[in-house]
């Protein structure tokens, strides 16, 4: 069965510092990742995804993230973050019926 | 464009009541999905529509129903109130080809129930 393990619940940053959030996902079949932000009092939102092709993938307000076959992982990152990052991440694996798995989320929280 | 919608933002219920929820979903967009969020935890596939049937479902029970009118628009039914259906209730909407092959959901800011 397919599962996607979040590995931090909250990560703290500095505001302007790198940030890498990361998921780890199990399956024994193709894979297509996604990476959802959630801000506060809102829905969810595309980050970016992962379909086939480059194995780096760029998305929306500076976030990219990174998949791994061997590591079995697809973690997402930032060069330089920004109070408006404040947010929860979801990672997820889309299963073979197109439903989507999702990890229990990490709260990015960002310091001055 | 308003993007997908969802009413009422909050509500409050006790054990054993109903409770219906509503989504309008973005324009030109003809597939609704639901998700259960529980508190800390990522959303739970509830089931989708698209024309007006429901096409897939997630592990739920019977209790909870939906519909969706002509018009794309959706509601989500819970019977018989539990205390652990106290969760965020998120909608979901998309273009029927598109969410086959990419998944590129859009979500409304979804409802919160607590059940007391």
């Known amino acids: 069965a397919q599962s996607v393990t979040q590995l931090d619940s909250q990560v703290p940053v500095f505001e302007e510092a790198p940030v890498e959030l990361r998921c780890n996902y199990s399956?024994?079949?193709?894979?297509?990742l996604f990476w959802y932000v959630q801000y506060p009092n809102q829905g969810l939102q595309l980050l970016l995804k992962y379909l086939s092709g480059s194995t780096l993938v760029k998305g929306i307000n500076g976030f990219e993230a990174e998949f791994n076959k061997s590591q079995t992982s697809f973690h997402l990152r930032k060069p330089s973050v920004h109070i408006s990052d404040t947010a929860e991440y979801f990672c997820a694996v889309r299963r073979s019926n197109y439903q989507l798995i999702w990890g229990a989320g990490t709260k990015l929280i960002i310091k001055p | 464009d308003a993007g997908v919608t969802q009413s009422p933002t909050h509500l409050i219920k006790t054990r054993g009541q109903q409770v219906t929820l509503r989504c309008s979903p973005k324009s030109g967009h003809d597939t609704v999905s639901w998700y259960q969020q529980a508190l800390g935890q990522g959303p739970q596939f509830i089931f989708q529509y698209y024309e007006e049937e429901e096409r897939q479902r997630g592990n739920f029970p019977d209790r909870f129903s939906g519909h969706q009118f002509p018009n794309y628009s959706s509601e989500l039914n819970v019977n018989a109130l539990l205390l652990g259906d106290s969760a965020l209730y998120l909608c979901a909407s998309s273009p029927q080809t598109v969410n086959r092959v990419n998944n590129e959901q859009f979500f409304g800011p979804g409802t919160r129930l607590t059940v007391l």
């Open positions: 399956s024994s079949v193709s894979v297509y």
